[in-house]
């Protein structure tokens, strides 16, 4: 199936650091990319949709000026968690949904995660 | 609003089957998802049933009756690396948005 990585796998900063964490599609061109976290044995909750060129969308409860999402290309996006708090710890994911290469329109992609530990 | 509901945890035993339910209430649906995730790791793709009815894929089989707002994901011949989360998964209409249920906690035993 198609590819996602995302990176760093695992990042450790002091708080009020800012983080970016980059998501990527190895093998198909990705129209919208979607950023979600994940607490622990918990789900996945959807922070943002992002698609190529335009503005993210944000769920609601969701700080757009804190995480701040760039979907500069068909295959990156970023999401930079600004002036991070400890209460900022958890696993991110990103996801990706496009139609050429090996992927599925209708299927999200995972990427394989970043967990962050703010300090 | 969305509302999806899985159960919390299963346990079976190496050879046997389990049925993971999912049921939901949605608006705009468009969709429906399994995805398994291992502990510390991101989802991986199952399956996607979109029309009723049966879809199956070697060992993984995954059922929808949209009228009923209900689905499950069938695991045959469970294997010890199938231990793991086991996440149904909604799709809208708005946005190719997903909304995730709690995920289904498998533990397959000797």
């Known amino acids: 199936g198609a590819v996602v990585s995302q990176h760093p796998s695992r990042v450790i900063c002091k708080s009020g650091t800012s983080v970016k964490i980059e998501c990527r599609s190895l093998d198909f061109q990705a129209t919208t990319m979607f950023w979600y976290r994940q607490f622990p044995k918990k789900s996945l909750m959807l922070m943002a949709t992002s698609n190529e060129g335009s503005k993210a969308t944000y769920e609601q409860g969701v700080e757009k000026d804190k995480f701040l999402i760039n979907h500069a290309s068909l295959t990156l996006s970023t999401l930079t968690v600004t002036s991070a708090h400890p209460e900022d710890s958890s696993f991110y994911i990103c996801?990706?949904?496009?139609?050429?290469?090996?992927?599925?329109?209708?299927?999200?992609?995972f990427g394989p995660g970043t967990r962050l530990l703010v300090l | 609003g969305q509302n999806i509901d899985q159960p919390t945890e299963m346990t079976a035993t190496e050879g046997a089957i389990v049925q993971i339910n999912c049921t939901y209430q949605?608006?705009?649906?468009?969709?429906l998802f399994w995805y398994q995730q291992h502990a510390g790791e991101a989802p991986t793709f199952l399956s996607y049933n979109v029309l009723d009815g049966l879809e199956e894929k070697g060992r993984f089989s995954s059922f929808l009756s949209r009228s009923k707002g209900y689905s499950y994901l069938l695991l045959k011949e469970l294997q010890m690396k199938d231990s793991a989360s086991y996440l149904c998964?909604?799709?809208?209409?708005?946005?190719?948005?997903?909304?995730f249920g709690g995920g289904t906690r498998v533990l397959v035993k000797p």
């Open positions: 996801s990706a949904q496009g139609t050429s290469g090996r992927a599925r329109g209708e299927t999200q992609y």
């Open positions: 949605t608006s705009g649906f468009n969709g």
């Open positions: 998964a909604v799709r809208h209409t708005a946005g190719n948005k997903l909304t």
